[in-house]
T-cell receptor
């Protein structure tokens, strides 16, 4: 299994540009989520999904859109990039089928710079 | 509000010395606790987790943590650190939901 994969690894955007960060998992996990990591702030939840067709907002959703058309993919869209969105973005997935809390598996991250 | 506090942003230590990284969470009846490690320019890797049962949890790379409900703490310990343990460590909590709440991280720097 490849686990959780993210593309691209690095991206530079100009203010106002749009782009999509890709996330895919091959573990048949129902739960997927996006976090951003900023110095001194830990990881903050942007959006999450508990299954195909179901998404919800996390702690910092403004400026980001998501959709979940398949179990495997959970893309994150920046509609109009701003310098405040310069960050490292992590995607994670978890299996909601077990009876205990479900460990989240993280991708390698995408480092985004907005000029 | 539900929160996780890692009081130490940086912890410098010499190789082979013991280390403790502190984590406190806001009180709740039901809680799951995690420690993740992030090596430079990499993603997060689970070190250990507490879901239920024994309050002393052992993880990978010789790390362990103790769940203390009365003090709402989940401190991470290692009796003897190595240079390779240099990384950032994140404590995280789930209050019986799908969401993980992360602390701000502790950077462990091990010196020879």
């Amino acid at each position: 299994n490849a686990g959780v994969t993210q593309t691209p690894k690095f991206q530079v955007l100009k203010t106002g540009q749009s782009m999509t960060l890709q996330c895919a998992q091959d573990m048949n996990h129902e739960y997927m989520s996006w976090y951003r990591q900023d110095p001194g702030m830990g990881l903050r939840l942007i959006h999450y999904s508990v299954g195909a067709g179901i998404t919800d907002q996390g702690e910092v959703p403004n400026g980001y859109n998501v959709s979940r058309s398949t179990t495997e993919d959970f893309p994150l869209r920046l509609l109009s990039a701003a310098p405040s969105q310069t960050s490292v973005y992590f995607c994670a997935s978890a299996d909601r089928g077990s009876s205990t809390y479900n460990e989240q598996f993280f991708g390698p991250g995408t480092r985004l710079t907005v000029l | 509000a539900q929160s996780v506090t890692q009081l130490d942003s940086q912890v410098p230590v010499f190789e082979e010395a013991p280390v403790e990284l502190r984590c406190n969470y806001s009180s709740s009846v039901s809680v799951y606790l995690f420690w993740y490690v992030q090596y430079p320019n990499q993603g997060l890797q689970l070190l250990l987790k507490y879901l239920s049962g024994s309050t002393l949890v052992k993880g990978i790379n010789g790390f362990e943590a103790e769940f203390n409900k009365s003090q709402t703490s989940f401190h991470l310990r290692k009796p003897s650190v190595h240079i390779s343990d240099t990384a950032e460590y994140f404590c995280a909590v789930s209050y019986n939901t799908d969401k993980l709440i992360f602390g701000t991280g502790t950077r462990l720097q091990v010196f020879p």
